[in-house]
């Protein structure tokens, strides 16, 4: 599939919806088909690195909210049946029992096959969500840069 491009707008922060994502990219990757994912508010989470969180220089509501959010794409919840966790426990087993990897592994395909990840500065900012704690593959950007990315592709999703 020459020359062709995806963007994908990551705004949900939940491990379903991540993970239906994260497939689509990898599998256009597969095809030869560039992909340049965009993280806005509550999709920054997918991203984010528990070993690398940081409550320095932040302020009191930026510190709450860094302690009461994922810590990464394990700690994503459901969008729907998560049930205080218990729900997601049920899908992961049966994505064992199936033989599916979990999200972790998608992402970490999604880097090794050349998905760019974009994250919102402003969404960043409000959050307080320095880059130092999400995925050294991250490059940010404002949302005009997201937009002229968008405009290019072939096909743009909303997550």
């Known amino acids: ?3 062709k491009k995806i963007n994908l707008l990551m705004f949900s922060g939940e491990y379903d919806k991540a993970l ?3 497939i689509l990219a990898n599998a256009a990757r597969e095809i030869e088909v560039e992909v340049t994912m965009f993280f806005a ?3 920054l989470f997918l991203l984010r690195d528990p070993n690398k969180m940081t409550l320095e220089d932040k302020t009191t509501y930026e510190k709450m909210f860094s302690l009461m959010t994922p810590k990464g794409p394990n700690e994503l919840p459901l969008s729907k049946m998560n049930f205080s966790g218990l729900g ?3 899908l992961l087993e049966m994505m064992k029992d199936d033989e599916a990897p979990p999200l972790i ?5 999604a880097v090794k096959k050349g998905v760019r990840f974009y994250g919102c500065k402003l969404s960043m900012e409000i959050m307080g969500l320095k880059k130092e704690e999400l995925i050294p ?3 940010v950007m404002d949302a005009k840069a997201y937009l002229k990315d968008a405009l290019t592709s072939d096909i743009q999703l909303f997550i």
């Open 41 to 43: 508010f509550w999709g």
């Open 1 to 3: 599939m020459e020359n």
């Open 105 to 109: 592994d998608f992402l970490n395909g």
């Open 137 to 139: 593959e991250l490059e």
């Open 88 to 90: 997601k426990e049920m």
């Open 20 to 22: 239906a994502a994260l």
